[in-house]
């Protein structure tokens, strides 16, 4: 089955309230288009982790190997696949080409497992440029952030502060 996921993640404030929104499109055997949309709040996180959330959350939702294909503004979640620096971050221990800790190293290695039973591909799409369902996981990840219920970011440290 091929499913198009789009992810945005929000901060208010970096650190600060969070929130991930991700919109979830596949075409049943039936012929029957679905949409499945996400989002969640967390009270203090940053931004890059709320990009990974909304990835992850989406990915986790599959119940079985999929061909997927990722949309999203974020650069950091893009790259890393995108231009392989997860590749060399393994490789190094979990550190980036100038010998520095990876940030976020608990949600990478989460959405390296998520992605383990699918063919995932990312797609880079400019934030905030009208594209329809970027325009919505913006909506649902800034009103997850803002309303709540808010939760804690279990994995969240100040070392992840970009």
Known sequence: MKVTIYTDGASRGNPGRG???????????????????????????????????????????????CEVEVHSDSQYVVNA????????????????AAKKPVKNPDLWKRLLAAM?????????????????????????ATSAADNGPLIDDTGFTDADIE
């Not at 696949?81 to 980036?96: A, E, L, Q, S, Y």
């Not at 995932?120 to 325009?135: D, F, I, L």
């Open 116 to 140: 383990e039973p699918h063919r995932v591909t990312y797609v880079w799409v400019r934030g905030h440029a009208g594209h329809a369902m970027n325009e919505r996981c913006d909506e649902l």
């Open 19 to 65: 929130g991930y929104g991700a919109v979830l499109r596949y075409t049943a055997p039936s012929g029957t288009e679905h949409t499945l949309e996400l989002s969640r709040g967390y009270a203090r996180t940053t931004n890059n982790r709320m990009e990974l959330m909304g990835v992850i959350a989406a990915l986790e939702r599959l119940n079985r190997p």
């Open 81 to 96: 696949f995108n231009k392989h620096w997860v590749d060399g971050w393994k490789k190094r221990g979990w550190k980036t």
